[in-house]
Each structure stands twice: as structure tokens, then as C-alpha cells.
């Protein structure tokens, strides 16, 4: 493993006390030898500053048996980033930029953000140092190569599933409800197959989908292991899923190809391979025929893809009981529903409601705020940036960073305002901005090493960004625009029938009657 070069400062000399470091490891495979790369570099790193004297290692970050090419699937990778954040280190050590990120993007992203916050990275295997500007050019190759790698593996292992995928050969690597693995290969399970043999009956008698849900929960039938209860989507997948005929469709899902990878349904981007007798039935191919027909008859058959489609899902929660909201066709109008009403009216009497009448409910909000945000929004702001300043009223030096950095942000909401009124074109609006951020954020750098209030400053910033958004609005709105909407709202509370409680980012909540 090449050799850490230590870094003295002259500032850390002058106030004689060590730069705090962090290390950074990751192995992409639980492998027998990754995990020895894995220990190895643990070990590495914690030899190295344990006899250094200008440096000291504050912890190592190590993930371990996980995708570089997503960073939010690395845990240790966003703990460091949190640490960071907080002012808990000033330099970070790993052996290489693919084992800090498979994905230019993110890699640029979060050298960025590091540089702005004051902290430097060192790539040993590269010998690039961040505290460099020119070596980001060289970050930006490094990581296109890192990224290439990534993508040249996908593609091997894509062919590789294709071509088992073409001849019958392919094994699931997670048997459906009623099946169990043997060797390798689907056998059946008795008792979870008597399960779905009824719930094909059941459709086929008459039941709807609802009725079977709550006939199985009410004789306590044993679930999948992720879950001990019964839902509507677990029965559709079974009532949808020809694997129960002894036949496979394969690839009905793909993964895209490029980063970060997602998975997305097969609407004939793809070839779909059909074998047959791949393992035994548990129904037979003439029932399932025969349920297709009758889902699609009743409008059932696209539950699934269409609750995926929507914006309000999982963030629509019941005031009454506190379970989520579900969509729901009928006549070709949409609804969303308590789910445990769904289940079982008697458990909660919440009603359904219209989904065009909760898109009317947001653009209300939003026109009003663009109307008074200056009355509300601004106001608020201030006291707590007062309230902050009163905290940390002891420190001189804290008090004029805030008092600074309020000014810079005023500076900031004046200029969107000329250039809204036409005052000031776009050009000098951007130069103008951009060098305000950057003194805003080398501020806020210097702040959260003095104060370290992460969950203050978050507050604050997502208040900021509120205004940001509504100072922005030359006219209201007048239809519902999906990308604002996520951009604000991050929760629904259904209070009844007629009044919805909007819970915006930095935790300010609007009721709005519908």
C-alpha cells in the first residue's frame, strides 16, 4: 500500500495543534480476499497517525461489502460526510478515488462540497490532493475511469444473466410466497401453496381483493417474513405472478444503464423471455387465465404500476389512526384512502378524497405564501437567527460570522428581487449571486466548526431555501407542478375529510381546507 505523505500546515504549526484526520476504506464484495483488503486498510491507517505528530486520526470510516457507484447505500461514507459537516475533521485519507466513488458525478459532488467546508482530501493511489484546485481536472478523469470500471463489470454481468436468461438456465435468487429453495432450484411449499391455491379460488368465487386481504388476516394465515400482515399489493403479486402456473417470464424488470443504477419496468424496452416447466404449479395455467381476465375486467390488474406513478405516495398519513393514504380508481377518477379503513372501515372512519382536490389544496397554499412570505417566512427567519445569536451570545466571534452571513443572505433575497422586477439581467444576477454564495458558504464553514448545531443550521437553511423558492414567483400558480411540490412538502396529514395540514421543509405546517 503506497505511503501516507503527512501535511503541516503553517497554520497548524502556529497554533500548535494537530490536524484532525479521517480515513476512508471500502471493499465492493463480501469476498474472502476484499475482506482482507478490508482489514488490511483498517490496520494500514491505524498505524500510520498513531506515531505522527502533526496529525491525529479521529476515526475511520469503513464500509464494507457495499456498491461504490450509490452513495446513499454507504452508511460510513455518509457518517464521515455528517462529521464533516460538523466540524469534527480537517482532512480525509483513502487509497484511491474508486474507493471513495464509482461515479464522477458524485465524486465531484462531494470533493466540492469538502473543499467548501475547509477540508482536504488526499487520494494516495493517485497522489492527487484536493488542496490542489488544478488536480480537479485530474479528480474528474481519475473518476471517469473509476466510473468505466464500474459500468464495463455491469455490462459483463448483464450479458452473462441474458444469455441464461435466453436458454431456461437462469435461477431466482428469491423464491416467490409458496415456494422454497432446494439446491438451487423452486420447490414447493405445502402450506403457504394451500395459501395461494385459496386466494386464486377466492377471486375466482367472487371475492374482491379487499375481501381476501381481510378474510386472511382475520384466520391469521402466515405472511411473507418481511411482514406479519396481509395488504392489498402482497395479493395482487400473488394473483399476478405466472411463476404459480410453473412457468417464468423473465425480465419483466431491467436496470438501467447509467449511474446511479435504477430499476425500471419492462415495457418492451427489453426482451421478455418466456420458458415453460421450470418448476412445479401450485395453480393451474387455465385458472390464472381466467384471473387475468377478470382483473382486467375490473380495472385491478394495474394497481401496482399506477401507485408507483404518483407524487403523494407514502407521504399521505391518516390523522386519525396514522396509517398511510392509498390510491384508488373508481370511474376513472382518482382517490386516496386510509389504508386501515380500506382494510377495515369499523378500525378508522376516515373518508376518502379526491386527488384533484388535494393538487387545488397545494396550489392555494403556495399562491398565498408567494402573496405573504415576506409576512411570514422573513419574520420568522429573523427570530431565529435571533434566537441562535442569543445561544452563542457569549462568543464574540460567532456572533459576527451570523451577523455576516444574514447580511450576505439579505444581499442575496435583494437581488432576486431586482431581477424578478427586471431590474437586473441574468448575467449579473449570476455573477453577482454565485460570488455571494461562496462568501456565504466558507462563512457557514468557519460557523459550524465554532458551534456545531447541524439540526439549527439545517432549519435555517431549509427557511432560506422556502423564501428562495417564493421569491422567485413572478405569478401564481395556476396548475400543479409536480417538481415544486417534492421540493417543499414533505408530509400530508389527513385532519378529515375537509382539512389537510401541509408540513413543509423546515418544519412549518399550513392547513388548507379542501
Given amino acids: 500500500m503506497p505511503t501516507v505523505t503527512v501535511i503541516q500546515p503553517i497554520i497548524a504549526a502556529e497554533q500548535n495543534t494537530k490536524i484532525r484526520c479521517a480515513a476512508y476504506c471500502r471493499v465492493s464484495s463480501d469476498s474472502e480476499d476484499q475482506l482482507n483488503s ?3 486498510q483498517t490496520r494500514y491507517y491505524s498505524q500510520v497517525f498513531k506515531d505522527s505528530e502533526t496529525e491525529e486520526l479521529i476515526d475511520i470510516y469503513a464500509d464494507e461489502g457495499i456498491t461504490g457507484t450509490r452513495e446513499d447505500k454507504r452508511d460510513e461514507f455518509q457518517r464521515m460526510l455528517k462529521d464533516c459537516r460538523r466540524g469534527k475533521i480537517d482532512r ?3 487509497k484511491s478515488i474508486s474507493r471513495f466513488a464509482r ?12 473543499k467548501a467546508l475547509g477540508i482536504t482530501i488526499f487520494f494516495e493511489k493517485e497522489n492527487i490532493d484536493t488542496a490542489n484546485m488544478t488536480d480537479e481536472m485530474m479528480i474528474t478523469i481519475m473518476g471517469g475511469l473509476a466510473q468505466e470500471e464500474s459500468t464495463s463489470i455491469s455490462q ?4 452473462s444473466i441474458k444469455k441464461r436468461m435466453e436458454n431456461g438456465t437462469f435461477e431466482l435468487s428469491c423464491p416467490p410466497y409458496g415456494y422454497i429453495k432446494e439446491n ?3 420447490v414447493v411449499d405445502p402450506a403457504q401453496a394451500q395459501t395461494v391455491q385459496n386466494i386464486f379460488s377466492w377471486y375466482l368465487s367472487g371475492y374482491g381483493i379487499i375481501s381476501i386481504v381481510n378474510r386472511l388476516n382475520h384466520f391469521n394465515t402466515p405472511c411473507c417474513k418481511r411482514s406479519n400482515k396481509w395488504h392489498m399489493f402482497g395479493v395482487t403479486y400473488i394473483l399476478t405472478n405466472e411463476k404459480y402456473t410453473g412457468n417464468t417470464m423473465f425480465q419483466k424488470t431491467y436496470s438501467g444503464t447509467t449511474l446511479p443504477i435504477q430499476r425500471y419496468k419492462n415495457n418492451g424496452e427489453r426482451n421478455k423471455y418466456y420458458a415453460v416447466n421450470t418448476h412445479p404449479a401450485i395453480v393451474s395455467q387455465d385458472d390464472f387465465d381466467k384471473v387475468q381476465a377478470l382483473m382486467s375486467e375490473k380495472g385491478e390488474i394495474f394497481y401496482k404500476t399506477e401507485k408507483q406513478k404518483c407524487v403523494l405516495r407514502k407521504i399521505m398519513k391518516c390523522g386519525q ?8 380508481k373508481s370511474r376513472d377518477k382518482y382517490y386516496w384512502s386510509c389504508r386501515k379503513h380500506d382494510l377495515k372501515a369499523s ?11 388535494i393538487y387545488y389544496a397545494f396550489i392555494r397554499i403556495c399562491n398565498k405564501l408567494i402573496s405573504n412570505y415576506t409576512q411570514i417566512l422573513i419574520p420568522l427567519q429573523t427570530a431565529l437567527q435571533y434566537l441562535k445569536l442569543k445561544k452563542f451570545s457569549g462568543q464574540t466571534q460567532v456572533m459576527d460570522i451570523h451577523k455576516e452571513v444574514a447580511k450576505l443572505k439579505e444581499q442575496t433575497h435583494v437581488l432576486a428581487r431586482l431581477k424578478t422586477k427586471g431590474f437586473l439581467d441574468e448575467a449579473k444576477y449570476i455573477e453577482q449571486t454565485t460570488e455571494l454564495t461562496a462568501k456565504i458558504n ?6 459550524k466548526k465554532l458551534t456545531r448545531s447541524d439540526d439549527e443550521d439545517e432549519t435555517l437553511d431549509q427557511i432560506d431555501m422556502l423564501i428562495d423558492f417564493f421569491e422567485k414567483r413572478e405569478i401564481p400558480m395556476t396548475e400543479f407542478e409536480e417538481t415544486a411540490f417534492e421540493s417543499i412538502v414533505e408530509k400530508i396529514v389527513v385532519i378529515d375529510q375537509h382539512e389537510l395540514e401541509f408540513h413543509l421543509i423546515g418544519g412549518l405546517k399550513f392547513k388548507e381546507n379542501v
Avoid: H
Fill in 321 to 328: 389512526c396514522g396509517s398511510t393514504y392509498i390510491r384508488k
Fill in 156 to 159: 459483463n454481468m448483464r450479458w
Fill in 103 to 114: 461515479n464522477t458525478k458524485d465524486c465531484l459532488k462531494s470533493v466540492r462540497e469538502l
Fill in 38 to 40: 478490508f482489514m488490511a
Fill in 92 to 94: 480525509i485519507y483513502t
Fill in 184 to 186: 438451487g432450484k423452486l
Fill in 347 to 357: 378500525e378508522c372512519f376516515s373518508k376518502r378524497i379526491p386527488e384533484s382536490d
Fill in 442 to 447: 466558507k462563512l457557514q464553514a468557519e460557523l
